[in-house]
T-cell receptor
Framework: EDQVTQSPEALRLQEGESSSLNCSYT??????LFWYRQDPGKGPEFLFT???AGEEKEKERLKATLTKKESFLHITAPKPEDSATYLC?????????FGKGTRLHILP | DGGITQSPKYLFRKEGQNVTLSCEQN?????MYWYRQDPGQGLRLIYY???????QKGDIAEGYSVSREKKESFPLTVTSAQKNPTAFYLC???????????FGPGTRLLVL
């Protein structure tokens, strides 16, 4: 069965404390992996799409990487405004499968 | 500005009542989607449409209905058959099925 698992479920960091969020998947024939940011009560905001192992993309303090079995969202020197839920999704054929997300809280 | 709009932001439903959630996009996207989001769960697909006048059931279509009469619009009706409708509903669109999806701001449905 196709699955997308995100870990940890929740993460609390001090401002400036770098860390990584994990998205592991058991999807054969991956055709894309997506990262989104979701603030409370709002719709997900698109961050990155990764297509092949070894690919990396960056945006401000965020960097997403992809291997054959998982993706990492690295957060460098986070600020309180980076607090949100981060969603991962994978594409198999024309179907998109979402993980449950990681709730990130950055303490000032 | 291009984007996706959803209305209303909050919606209250009485027992036995049908309610309709609006979704409009001006991104010229062919595909549109409706998801349901519950606390602690991932997004679950209700319905999707790849072209005008055509739509398919997703994983949890029971108790919901949709129409796609215009490319820009994909309204969702929550019928009285949906026994647990309280949730956050998200509309999304993409250039094609399986491509990057862009989301609207969501509608929170509550039952009175």
């Amino acid at each position: 069965e196709d699955q997308v698992t995100q870990s940890p479920e929740a993460l609390r960091l001090q401002e400036g404390e770098s860390s990584s969020l994990n998205c592991s998947y058991t999807v054969s024939g991956l055709r894309g992996l997506f990262w989104y940011r979701q603030d409370p009560g709002k719709g997900p905001e698109f961050l990155f799409t990764l297509y092949s192992a070894g690919e990396e993309k960056e945006k401000e303090r965020l960097k997403a990487t992809l291997t054959k079995k998982e993706s990492f969202l690295h957060i460098t020197a986070p600020k309180p405004e980076d607090s949100a839920t981060y969603l991962c999704a994978v594409r198999r054929d024309d179907k998109i499968i979402f993980g449950k997300g990681t709730r990130l809280h950055i303490l000032p | 500005d291009g984007g996706i709009t959803q209305s209303p932001k909050y919606l209250f439903r009485k027992e036995g009542q049908n309610v309709t959630l609006s979704c409009e996009q001006n991104l010229n996207h062919d595909a549109m989607y409706w998801y349901r989001q519950d606390p602690g769960q991932g997004l679950r697909l209700i319905y999707y449409s790849q072209i005008v006048n055509d739509f398919q059931k997703g994983d949890i279509a029971e108790g919901y209905s949709v129409s796609r009469e215009k490319k820009e619009s994909f309204p969702l009706t929550v019928t009285s058959a949906q026994k647990n409708p309280t949730a956050f509903y998200l509309c999304a669109s993409s250039g094609g099925r399986g491509e990057t999806q862009y989301f609207g701001p969501g509608t929170r449905l509550l039952v009175l």
